[in-house]
């Protein structure tokens, strides 16, 4: 299970409620990833650190905006 002081901190961050300082800005970076994967050596995962202590990355054109459409369309009904 978290540790709840952790879990506080890391909905603080995602929310931008607290902003990193330049020191804590500096060691993040931005990077592809395959794992080895041939399919993802063709068209690799785009991945940003936005902390890394808790480790929160964000991961960019992952689906395009009409299969985002559909998935938010379909669980309408169950939201």
Known sequence: MFDLSERRLYELLCRGDIKPSPAQLAPLRCRYINNNSAFLKIA?????????????VVFHDIMYDSEIELIKKLAKPRV
């Open 44 to 56: 690799p995962l785009k991945i940003e650190e936005a902390n890394l202590n808790p480790y929160i």
